[in-house]
């Protein structure tokens, strides 16, 4: 049963510390998405690959926040430094742009606590 | 990306049908989708409709699309408590952009 795998599923962390979150994507997919939730403004696009490129991460704080795609099976978003302001749930999903559909798959979330 | 709109809350009576409603702006949207989120879940796709649609039936489920308003239902027939969650509504052209969701509780 093929899903988005994504690690660590909880995080709790002091301000200042460094957060790497990882997420395995949907064997086949060309396309992987970093998404964070909070009650306050909801869903919000960070930042997005195509074939391992990066399109867009106009959604996400330059200053503290990076987001790579070291090969085909392995997406990170990384916090350096984090702050209480980043806690929020981190959703990693992925899909296949191109053929019909653009169907997209979201792991179950890495839900990150600030302190 | 455009604008996803969505009202932020719906409350219905069991066995009742609700209907979730969302706008949005980009005209080159190619596909839109309907996605549920349960508490501590991730988002789980429901169904979707091509944008040269304007109507899907799937199941208890009924997506309604008029692509000149630019509007998006989704109905569930005979609604029942499991179905309370937060529904999504999205497009896509080359990425994929989401509403603020509709919370959905559905009463005994």
């Known amino acids: 049963d093929a899903r988005v795998t994504q690690t660590p599923r909880h995080k709790v962390t002091e301000m200042g510390q460094e957060v790497t979150m990882r997420c395995q994507p949907i064997?086949?997919?060309?396309?992987v998405f970093w998404y964070r939730q909070t009650m306050m403004q909801g869903l919000e696009l960070l930042a997005y690959f195509r074939n391992r490129a990066p399109l867009d991460d106009s959604g996400m704080p330059k200053d503290r926040f990076s987001a790579e795609m070291p090969d085909a099976t392995l997406a990170t978003l990384k916090i350096q430094p984090s702050e209480p302001r980043d806690s929020a749930v981190y959703f990693c999903?992925?899909?296949?742009?191109?053929?019909?559909?653009?169907?997209?798959?979201f792991g179950e979330g890495s839900w990150l606590t600030v302190v | 990306g455009e604008d996803v709109e969505q009202s932020l809350f719906l409350s219905v009576r069991e066995g009742d049908s609700s209907v979730i409603n969302c706008t949005y702006t980009d005209s080159s949207s190619t596909y839109l989708y309907w996605y549920k989120q349960e508490p501590g879940a991730g988002l789980q796709l429901l169904t979707y409709i091509f944008s040269n649609m304007d109507m899907k039936q799937d199941q208890r489920l009924t997506v309604l699309l008029n692509k000149k308003d630019k509007h998006l239902s989704l109905r569930i027939a005979d609604t029942q408590t499991g179905d309370s969650a937060i529904y999504f509504c999205a497009e896509t052209y080359n990425d994929m952009r989401f509403g603020a969701g509709t919370r959905l509780t559905v009463k005994p």
């Open positions: 999903a992925s899909g296949f742009f191109g053929g019909s559909g653009n169907t997209i798959y």
């Open positions: 064997l086949g997919h060309n396309t």
